[in-house]
Every structure is written in structure tokens, then in C-alpha cells.
């Protein structure tokens, strides 16, 4: 995908678009920050106590740092949604897995051994309910289709039913869960 992409839908005030751009390593900061609105929206019963209070709490988690830490490395992709004044919005990326970046948490149990890609997503109160999650997912698992992934994997609160709802929309389905999250995938 290049140059910039611009989605033609109207978000609250009439005149406001959103555009989307490839994430760099300077959206780092934005990564974190969205992944954090995201994990802490989300109704997650299994996050630990104390997670949501900071992003800088957020980050002393080895399985949330693997998201976003380093971001620019190969095989990282993401967009970034802004509107037309240049608010960050939303982003939808992903990364590939290897055997270095496995860790031994919960969540790798709703996994399949490495390699493989793991989606994250998130969208700012406002700007949600309109399409922007749907076409940030289709998008992105485009992008991963066309770079020769067969599957893309994510993981989303067993609680958080909108989310999953949106999810098989566009195509992913269940594969694994535990008593808190399920591990969903789409072939590409």
C-alpha cells in the first residue's frame, strides 16, 4: 500500500475525514497508546491489577510490550487513521512471531507456534460505530494476504462481544479460548 488512503466516511462533524498512512517507528508512542485505550476498554477481567492506571504501568508487561516494542522491525505493518486536522484516531497492526518473541504467558496457549502474525487494534471513543474498525481489519489483513501470510491471528476479551462480533464480520472465527480470551483467526 502506498501513499495515503482516504476513507471516505463522516465522523460526528460533517466536515471531518479520516485518512490513513502507514505507522513508521515514530508512531511508536501512538501504538502504545492506542493498544492501552483498547486493552482497558475492552473489559478484560484477565488484565492484571494496576494495568490500567498508566501506560507506563501497561508497559512493565512483557505480552503487551510484544506488540508494539521495536515497531518498525520486518514484518511489522500498521495504519495510522488521523482526521483532516491531524488527530490520531485509530491504528490496526500487526507483527510477526518467531521463536524469540515467545513468551510464556496465558496468551501463547491461544496461539500456534511460532511463526505467525498477531493482529492488535484500536479506535478512540467518537470515532467508533461508523465502519472505521471493519475497514482498518479488511485493510490490514489485505496487506498481510498480499505479503504471502496464509492466516492472521488476534486476540480479543471473551467479554468484549462487540469486538467479536465485528471480528467475524470481516472473517475471522474462533479457534482457542481460555476462561477470559479467545484466540480468533482469518485466512487470507
Not at 62 to 70: C, K
Not at 121 to 145: C, D, E, M, S
Request: net charge negative; with cysteine; aromatic share 12%.
Amino acid at each position: 500500500m502506498s501513499g495515503e488512503l482516504i476513507y471516505p466516511k463522516f465522523y460526528g462533524d460533517p466536515t471531518t475525514l479520516v485518512s490513513l498512512r502507514e505507522a513508521t517507528p515514530e508512531d511508536t508512542e501512538f501504538l502504545y497508546d492506542i493498544l492501552h485505550i483498547a486493552a482497558c476498554e475492552a473489559n478484560n477481567e484477565a488484565l492484571p491489577e494496576g494495568f490500567g492506571t498508566s501506560l507506563q504501568e501497561a508497559q512493565s508487561y512483557a505480552w503487551f510490550n510484544r506488540y508494539v516494542m521495536g515497531w518498525g522491525r520486518d514484518n511489522d505493518f500498521g495504519l495510522i487513521a488521523s482526521t483532516d486536522d491531524g488527530i490520531q484516531v485509530a491504528a490496526a497492526s500487526y507483527r510477526e512471531y518467531d521463536e524469540t518473541d515467545y513468551f510464556s504467558s496465558a496468551l501463547d496457549k491461544l496461539f500456534p507456534a511460532p511463526p505467525f502474525i498477531e493482529l492488535a487494534i484500536g479506535i478512540k471513543k467518537g470515532y467508533r460505530g461508523n465502519g472505521l474498525g471493519p475497514f482498518l481489519l479488511t485493510q490490514v489483513a489485505q496487506h498481510a494476504g498480499e505479503a504471502g501470510f496464509p492466516n492472521i491471528h488476534l486476540c480479543v476479551s471473551r467479554n468484549n462481544t462487540h469486538a467479536q462480533h465485528v471480528y467475524q464480520g470481516v472473517g475471522f472465527r474462533t479457534v482457542s479460548e481460555t476462561s477470559s480470551q479467545k484466540s480468533m483467526v482469518k485466512e487470507l
